[in-house]
């Protein structure tokens, strides 16, 4: 029998018999092994365990533990989640249903309204379903067979998609799952057996492809686990994530609104909410000229021209509102800040000497998102950006990332956050600029990150057209990842508005350029600073820092009295004068998550103390005006992350 010779991760080689699947390899190895692997990678590519090796190859087995092993498990969950639906609801039509980071979605159109009465039925019919270990058949037709089927069934939604594929791509892939076959490029797994424990979250409404103006259809969410314990701390995960949601807290601690009727996607902040908002600007600003930059101020719309040089009227122009007549001249409102940091340095002739510049902006800017994706404060058409632009020669280069990267660093780790992972992405296929810029902007990334001795992934691939970047994800308080700061070179500007500067030999050269977002934009910022923190700031950011509880109506003089002085030592406090009982008002500022409550009745007055309590922590006991003064102003004065 001929061989073939198996690589696996480790570097280890074995043979095999040739045409033997990869799942019987799976079984050589060990049964647990059989047991966990969902999916194979083979060369790279991710392919059903059924697959068979003919050839060497590299593999590595993919379990429920890798992300694309979960990504397999959840999209494969999608498929039969719109399986059990077409067996209740037989007129089904189908849109998307793929895994997404914290589960799956299916996009679907029938003749009834879901209820969270109707999920508990299709989850059971999915368990139902997967009892009986059909597989999951991958079977490949051409674009006029995929067209023919999918018009028998009548589902308008997978005709469109197909309507769309280039032909010259190869064949079509369907997938087969007992009696429902749907349009997928797979993998998935061996079959329906595997997924054990199923929980469908929410239905809401849809429009089809995003898009308002298109067919508003129905969608699942869900979530699946190989193990019940998976789910049950998944589930509780949720409960959490539920209490800490930043739409909620915004509104129960009166932070911002949104309001759809009069525009939605934008961000009104409410007091308590721009105070925040304001000590998060002072602190960038400050933290930013210690660090060797200027801050710049830039125009809200510039004439078609500028838009059309920098490139985003060709590559951006769905994201950009649309033009307006001043003039008789075609304006556009910005979606970014670059081509105004531009013009900015074109006002005269730079020098080697000028260099490197560092300009920083916080900016507001609007891009049109589709309805159906904006979420609260996460995802919203007009925001302001933390936003720059380093412009430094060739050889200053990898000191300028370096430097950045240690910003990013003291940025997030100055409001709490830690946990850092960072990505380095190269070049993609379609890219504009020399090879040689390419290497070298790529090398000036990947040494910086091991100068500061951090570790990394690289997304081969995966960076922008004009230039490679670094991504910065942050893990929250739940754990969770957020992807926020950016550091990207960028090929493309410079070159299209001829940007120069006179080098050392007294010639014009082209200066390299860095986009650059630390903590991205502040609305996003903002939505997850409040789950981090489930809305209870520490206390340099909270917008009320302290509160005087006055115990009957007889106090409120001397209460505000005391409002005066600790506000002349700069902290942000208030009188609660209603005429309530003490634990009354305890227990609503402590709903309001304020840091501190000062307590003053006849015994207070008397010694002249406070009675302090603390947001969780309760009585901290009494002590003098001058004592408590000394605590608070060391927390805020030290920024002191709690």
């Known amino acids: 029998m001929e061989k073939v010779i198996v690589t696996f991760p480790d570097g280890n080689t074995k043979e095999f018999d040739k045409g033997i699947s990869a799942f019987e390899i799976a079984k050589a190895i060990s049964n647990r092994l059989a047991d966990e692997a969902l999916a194979v990678k083979i060369n790279g590519r991710i392919r ?13 087995f993919l379990t429920f533990d890798d992300k694309e092993g979960k990504e397999v498990y959840w999209h ?23 895994a997404i980071d914290t589960g799956f979605y299916y996009d679907f159109d029938i ?33 006029a067979e995929a067209l023919e089927y999918f018009g028998k069934v009548q589902d308008p939604f997978k005709l469109e998609i197909i309507s769309e594929l280039d032909e010259s791509m190869g064949a079509i892939s369907l997938y087969k799952e007992g009696d429902f076959t749907d349009l997928c490029t797979g993998p998935h797994l061996p079959s329906a057996a595997k997924i054990k424990y199923v929980k469908l979250l929410t239905v809401s409404g849809s429009y089809w492809r995003g898009d308002e103006k298109n067919k508003q259809l129905q969608r699942i969410y869900g979530v699946s686990f190989p193990k019940k314990k998976m789910l049950d701390d998944y589930l509780l995960f949720l409960e959490e994530a539920k209490k800490r949601d930043h739409r909620k807290l915004g509104k129960q601690l009166d932070l911002f609104s949104l309001h759809e009727e009069a525009g939605a996607g934008l961000v009104y902040w409410h007091p308590k909410g721009a105070r925040i ?11 930013h000229l210690n660090n060797g930059y200027e801050v710049l101020y830039s125009p809200h719309m510039g004439k078609s021209w500028l838009w059309q040089t920098s490139g985003h009227l060709t590559n951006y122009k769905e994201s950009m509102y649309a033009e307006m007549k001043v003039d008789e001249q075609d304006y556009y409102i910005k979606p970014m800040n670059c081509p105004f940091h531009i013009m900015i340095y074109q006002t005269k002739l730079r020098s080697y000497r000028d260099l490197p510049l560092r300009w920083a902006e916080l900016g507001t ?37 370096v430097r950045t990267v240690e910003f990013a660093r003291f940025m997030w780790n100055s409001f709490g956050f830690t946990d850092l992972k960072y990505y380095l992405s190269t070049r993609p296929e379609k890219a504009v600029g020399e090879d040689a810029l390419w290497a070298k ?12 001795g951090l570790e990394y992934e690289v997304d081969e691939g995966g960076g922008a057209f004009y230039g490679p970047k670094i991504d910065v994800k942050i893990k929250d308080a739940l754990n969770r990842e957020w992807q926020m700061s950016t550091i990207q070179f960028d090929f493309n500007l410079p070159e299209r508005f001829k940007m120069t500067f006179i080098g050392e030999d007294g010639k014009e050269h082209r200066p390299f350029m860095v986009h650059r977002a630390l903590l991205g934009s502040i609305e996003r910022f903002f939505g997850v600073l409040i789950e981090h923190f489930a809305g209870a700031f520490p206390v340099w950011l909270s917008p009320v820092q302290a509160v005087i509880l006055p115990v009957s109506q007889n106090f409120l003089e001397q209460a505000k009295e005391i409002q005066g002085q600790l506000a002349q030592q700069g902290i942000r406090v208030e ?26 009745g006849e015994k207070e007055i008397a010694s002249g103390t406070l009675s302090v309590r603390r947001h969780k922590k309760g009585d901290l006991g009494s002590m003098s005006i001058e004592e408590f003064c000394k605590i608070i102003l060391e927390e805020i004065n030290s920024k002191l992350i709690q």
């Open 365 to 401: 800017v609007y891009r049109y998102e589709k309805s159906g994706v904006l979420h609260g404060l996460l995802r919203v058409r007009g925001f302001t950006q933390d936003d720059a632009h380093i412009f430094c020669t060739p050889d200053q280069i990898e000191d300028e990332i």
């Open 48 to 60: 059903e365990l059924y697959t068979t090796i003919t050839e060497p190859v590299t593999i590595q």
């Open 76 to 98: 494969s969950t999608s498929h039969l989640m719109a399986h059990a639906i077409q067996s209740i609801y037989p007129e089904a039509r189908f849109g998307v249903g793929p």
């Open 277 to 287: 908002r304001m000590e998060i600007e002072n602190f960038w600003r400050n933290a």
């Open 111 to 143: 003749n009834t309204k879901l209820t969270d009465d109707d999920l508990h039925a299709i989850e059971a019919k999915m368990t139902e379903i997967a009892s009986k270990a059909c597989v999951f058949e991958r079977v490949e037709l051409s674009k």
């Open 441 to 452: 902007a790529t090398d000036s990334l990947k040494h910086a990150l091991e100068r500061l």
């Open 575 to 600: 009188v609660d004068e209603r005429n309530e009982k003490i634990g009354f008002k305890i227990r609503h500022w402590e709903t309001e998550k304020t840091p501190y409550m000062l307590i003053i």
